[in-house]
C-alpha cells in the first residue's frame, strides 16, 4: 500500500475549501421519505428472533 504524501495546508483559512474539495456537496439530496424508516418497521421483531434462534 502506498503512503500518502504530506501535503498539509499553507493556512488555515483554506480548511473549508479544502473540505470542499475532498467532500463536494451531494448533487441530490433525499427527501425524509427516502431514509430508512427504522420506527415503523419490523426490524425489532425480526432481531428478537435471530436472538431467541441463536442464544
Do not use: C
Not at 430508512?36 to 432481531?47: H, L
Amino acid at each position: 500500500m502506498e503512503k500518502p504524501k504530506s501535503n498539509p495546508l499553507k493556512s488555515m483559512d483554506h480548511w473549508e475549501d479544502d473540505l470542499l474539495e475532498r467532500y463536494p456537496d451531494p448533487e441530490t439530496s433525499k427527501e425524509k421519505s427516502e431514509f430508512r424508516n427504522y420506527v415503523d418497521s419490523d426490524r425489532d421483531a425480526t432481531v428478537r428472533e435471530f436472538y431467541q434462534l441463536n442464544h
